[in-house]
């Protein structure tokens, strides 16, 4: 199911990319969900301001980071590549968040099996992205979408 609904963003994010520019797409999308989330705290009355100095810093960062620059190089990249180029180069998120995770967080440990999984995924998704042609005139948009998923895999961290 989940790869179902990623390929329908991916095609969404493909037929508004043809009529709106990408920025306003994704900023308008991003309002969208921000108003339903508002509707929803207001009509549960859910207690959602930020508590502490950390709270305020963590709802920046993440805002900033995790939403506000992986969308805009997901659109702007995604207006240079078809959306299953997107989809793949995407899929590097789960790749790139455990080396990040290990350089940032000094409790975190990586193992040599850890080492050939990641590997093997990262040779995977080349694998497929070359067979499909993602690099061919496409280096801007695959270069944007990947800064996507560095953004995005560096939030958790």
């Given at each position: 199911?989940?790869?179902?609904i ?8 493909e037929?508004g990319?043809e ?8 900023a308008g999308?991003l309002?969208?969900a ?6 929803v705290v ?10 502490t100095k950390?709270d ?14 992986q969308?805009?190089?997901?659109f702007l ?10 989809a793949?180069?995407?899929?590097f998120?789960p790749?790139?968040?455990p080396?990040i995770a ?9 193992y040599?099996t850890?080492?050939?999984d990641?590997?093997?995924?990262l040779?995977?998704?080349i694998a497929?992205?070359i067979a499909g042609?993602s690099?061919?005139g ?5 270069g944007l979408l990947l800064?996507a998923a560095v953004v995005f895999a560096?939030?958790p961290?």
């Amino acid at each position: 199911m989940e790869g179902r609904i990623t390929r329908t963003a991916f095609t969404a994010i493909e037929t508004g990319l043809e009529t709106l520019p990408p920025l306003r797409f994704a900023a308008g999308r991003l309002d969208v969900a921000a108003f339903i989330f508002a509707g929803v705290v207001l009509l549960r009355r859910i207690q959602w301001l930020p508590r502490t100095k950390a709270d305020v810093a963590l709802i920046l960062s993440n805002g900033l980071l995790v939403i506000g620059a992986q969308f805009a190089f997901a659109f702007l990249g995604q207006s240079y590549v078809t959306s299953g180029v997107a989809a793949i180069v995407i899929s590097f998120t789960p790749i790139i968040t455990p080396i990040i995770a290990i350089r940032i967080l000094p409790t975190e440990r990586i193992y040599i099996t850890d080492v050939i999984d990641l590997c093997t995924g990262l040779a995977g998704v080349i694998a497929i992205a070359i067979a499909g042609g993602s690099f061919d005139g496409q280096l801007l948009g695959v270069g944007l979408l990947l800064a996507a998923a560095v953004v995005f895999a560096s939030g958790p961290c």
